[in-house]
């Protein structure tokens, strides 16, 4: 009798655990306080100087604007007809200068002035015409046999445009209607731009070998 009383009183405790276990609530352990009360807390250096740059990030620095410092002064020389004259002046003033570069443009150059007889309708209008003008004396002419200027008369290619003017009155005083119209072409030109100290006192005629129709123009610097 008392064994089978002690089984069943130690089955009651055994399912009586098992059920404290299961159903017993989470015991919250307190984190403990990583300084006393009142004690700033240690940060190590790394970690403050990692935050300070987290919270004020560095601002890029603009490499144009610390290459153009405020006491340069930028310039640009020109035009060069030919890029061998704009490189023989560049390998000269490359080393007087704090920067240097070189650019090239289109620019409409005159070819001189021409004076002519407008185009007749055909070949035999055109001779006819010219044997008129042999017969007043006249003998440099051209009758155009081809291309866009067919049956034109020829007067002359003129550099300078008063000369021209004379031309086109004689011709005029004949009888004729002779036209002067100015021809024109577009060619590259060379620029060479440069930046200077402000107070360099530099003269950039003294350094290029011929700088007669060369022109100066301030412009911001590069």
């Not at 100087?49 to 603009?62: E, L």
């Not at 090239?104 to 150059?109: C, K, N």
């Not at 046999?145 to 007067?155: F, K, P, R, V, Y």
Request: hydrophobic fraction near 45%; proline fraction near 5%.
């Amino acid at each position: 009798m008392f064994p089978r009383v002690l089984f069943l009183l130690l089955l009651a405790l055994n399912i009586g655990g098992a059920f404290w276990i299961a159903f017993a609530p989470d015991a919250s352990v307190p984190t403990p306080a990583i300084t006393d009360p009142g004690v700033p807390a240690l940060v190590l250096l790394s970690e403050r100087d990692g935050a300070r740059a987290g919270a004020n990030p560095t601002k890029p620095v603009d490499a144009a604007a610390a290459a153009a410092s405020s006491s340069d002064v930028c310039a640009s020389i020109g035009p060069f007809q030919t890029q061998s004259d704009m490189r023989a002046s560049l390998n000269s003033l490359t080393p007087l200068v704090k920067r240097i570069q070189y650019r090239d443009e289109r620019a409409t150059q005159s070819r001189g002035f021409w004076v002519f007889l407008a185009a007749m309708k055909t070949r035999e209008d055109a001779l006819g015409v010219a044997r008129r003008l042999s017969a007043k004396g006249v003998r440099d002419y051209y009758v155009v046999t081809a291309g866009e200027q067919l049956n034109t008369i020829s007067l002359g290619l003129f550099r300078e445009q008063a000369n021209a003017e004379r031309r086109k009155a004689e011709i005029a005083g004949m009888g004729f209607e002779p036209q002067l119209i100015q021809r024109t072409e577009e060619l590259p030109v060379y620029w060479i731009d440069f930046a200077r100290d402000v107070d360099s006192g530099f003269d950039w005629r003294s350094h290029v070998a011929n700088s007669n129709g060369i022109e100066e123009r301030t412009i911001d610097c590069f």
